[in-house]
């Protein structure tokens, strides 16, 4: 397992733009698929966005033409480019690693908020 810290969240009006980042540990990070999940209250946790080790990334269709993620293997890095928010988009934002041949994200960060005001 990789450990992972998010950062970046924080209040933003609506229409606004954020970039979230998550700083992995250990000398493995460009082998492993990065994910951003997000998890509103009293909502269950929801996936955002996937890039694979190869560069391939894909998004929900809530998020798809407003969100880019995207990383930074030098840097251990994985970002993600939140475009045009809405006060839905107002979630704890979790980054998540899966392992070269594994089916599930096995690593996640602690969680980052971000709160979109109407």
């Known amino acids: 397992q990789v450990q992972l810290v998010e950062s970046g969240g924080r209040l933003v009006p609506a229409g606004g733009s954020l970039r979230l980042s998550c700083a992995a540990s250990?000398?493995?990070?460009?082998?492993?698929?990065m994910a951003w999940f997000r998890q509103a209250p009293g909502k269950e946790r929801e996936f955002v966005a996937q890039?694979?080790?190869?560069?391939?990334?894909n998004y929900a269709d809530s998020v798809k033409g407003r969100f880019t993620i995207s990383r930074d293997s030098a840097k251990s890095t994985v970002y993600l480019q939140m475009n045009s928010l809405k006060p839905e988009d107002t979630a704890v934002y979790y980054c998540?690693?899966?392992?070269?041949?594994?089916?599930?994200?096995?690593?996640w960060g602690q969680g980052t908020q971000v709160t979109v005001s109407s």
């Open positions: 890039i694979t080790s190869g560069g391939s990334s």
């Open positions: 250990g000398r493995t990070f460009s082998t492993y698929d």
């Open positions: 998540a690693a899966r392992p070269p041949g594994r089916l599930v994200f096995d690593s």
